[in-house]
């Protein structure tokens, strides 16, 4: 839903959305020609710190399906954001990252951007109970991000996740 919002509401600017649950692409596909957005695109893929192919447990649609240890459940396209970028010749401005635990994963896919872009922000869903899943820690991903000079905005908290804006000194979006 952000993704599409975001499209309609800045028609001069291009919009990735990156979804691996089949379900999901197909709405999101079908809302993109719907809503005739042309500067929306969908990626049928999970994000990660390489690519490849990952297991993914997929869900009935909504937001459960997971990046999975288990080998017997569905192989996915996974793309890092570096390599996508390079390949597209594309370097995102604003990234909204909602992973269900493998944001440790994705972050580590995009040194190369969180590095050299200073007008870098992302919107982050931190699911702090799914990190162990991939035997990632929130201390991990928060030595990352400072590393890189990045810091961190909190906005709020749930039952499952947290949210918060990680931008550079001076590139907060106006």
């Not at 952000?2 to 990735?16: I, K, S």
Request: with cysteine; aromatic share 10%.
């Amino acid at each position: 839903v952000f993704g599409l919002l975001a499209a309609a509401a800045n028609p001069n600017v291009e919009v990735y959305i990156v979804e691996p649950d089949p379900v999901n692409i197909a709405h999101i596909r079908k809302n993109i020609a719907i809503n005739n957005l042309k500067n929306a695109f969908a990626i049928e893929a999970a994000v990660s710190d390489r690519d490849g192919t990952v297991s993914f447990t997929r869900s009935d649609g909504g937001t459960s399906g997971v990046i999975s240890k288990d080998a017997t459940t569905s192989q996915v396209p996974c793309l890092s954001i570096d390599a996508w970028c390079e390949r597209h010749k594309k370097r995102p401005i604003l990234i909204k990252c909602d992973i269900e635990g493998a944001e440790y994963r994705a972050l580590l896919g995009m040194k190369k951007l969180l590095q050299e872009s200073h007008d870098l922000n992302i919107l982050f869903e931190l699911h702090y109970n799914f990190l162990k899943r991939f035997g990632d820690t929130e201390e991990d991903i928060w030595a990352l991000l400072k590393g890189y000079d990045y810091q961190a905005l909190w906005l709020d908290k749930d039952e499952f996740n947290e949210h918060y804006w990680i931008f550079r000194q001076g590139s907060l979006l106006k």
